[in-house]
């Protein structure tokens, strides 16, 4: 319903950089449907500030009726992504080590919600969890929800979308993508008999073209995540004990 945003700002930073970022908020709550009702500003020493940094606080109702928690994820449930992974933090990464492609990289931030909606609609009370994979990646997101409701869960490789440039980027920077951000990614674990109705939900909305099913809940290995390769072998993916990337959201 309504978010605040708070700037700090480096002695220093130019104006036209400033106005062109509140621009895109502007664009972005307006695309949302969401009003910026407050926010603050500070001004710090230059070289203490990288510029700037952007804080928000967001304001929400939970439709009646939805109850989602990782608490419900159920042995048998199916793992959807509504796109490829990967994508925010590639593209800012290949901005900072002048990583060029044939088309550029954009990050997949997006506002989320027209598609859960979709997504609650198509599947009601089979849709258990849903989570952003932002820092960590779909990793460190399924080890989490795996943690807290005690089960585990089986991913398809060969099934997971991932775009060719993020996969060359990933091998050349040494990243593996399922711990790399996610913007405008959404993870749902929904119960099987509604995953088809609930992926073709997710395709019918411009930022869920590339949704896949992933993976499955199963009652084995509890609060772990296994990986079945392209290749037929077996891996834990386990949660990161630092951080891959620097942080950047």
């Known amino acids: 319903m309504a978010l605040s945003a708070g700037f700090i700002l480096e002695e220093g930073m130019p104006m036209e950089d400033l106005w062109r970022i509140v621009q895109s908020l502007q664009r972005a709550a307006e695309e949302a449907g969401v009003s910026v009702v407050t926010g ?17 606080t967001g304001l929400g109702i939970i ?5 989602i928690t990782p608490l419900k994820a159920t042995v048998g449930d199916k793992v959807l992504v509504s796109g490829e992974i990967a994508v925010h933090g590639i593209a800012i990464m290949s901005v900072r080590e002048g990583l060029e492609f044939e088309t550029q990289l954009e990050s997949d931030s997006a506002t989320l919600y027209p598609l859960v909606e979709k997504v609650l609609a198509a599947g009601g009370n089979d849709v258990h969890v849903l989570r952003d994979p932002t820092r960590g990646g779909v990793a460190s997101a399924l080890n989490e929800i795996a943690g807290q409701s005690k089960i585990g869960f089986w991913l398809d490789e060969p099934s997971i979308p991932l775009s060719e440039q993020v996969r060359g980027a990933c091998e050349i920077l040494g990243f593996d993508p399922l711990y790399v951000a996610n913007e405008g990614k959404c993870i749902a674990i929904v119960a099987a008999e509604s995953a088809d109705k609930v992926l073709e939900a997710m395709r019918s909305d411009p930022l869920g073209k590339e949704a896949a099913i992933i993976g499955d809940v199963v009652d084995e290995h509890h609060g772990r995540v296994y990986l079945r390769s392209r290749v037929g072998g ?16």
Do not use: A, F, H, W
Request: charged share 30%; net charge negative.
């Open 40 to 56: 603050d500003t500070k001004v710090v020493d230059k070289g203490k500030g990288d510029g700037i940094y952007v804080n928000t």
């Open 63 to 67: 439709p009646e009726g939805v109850d």
């Open 234 to 249: 077996m891996r834990v993916v386990d949660m990161l004990s630092g951080e891959q990337l620097p942080r950047i959201c």
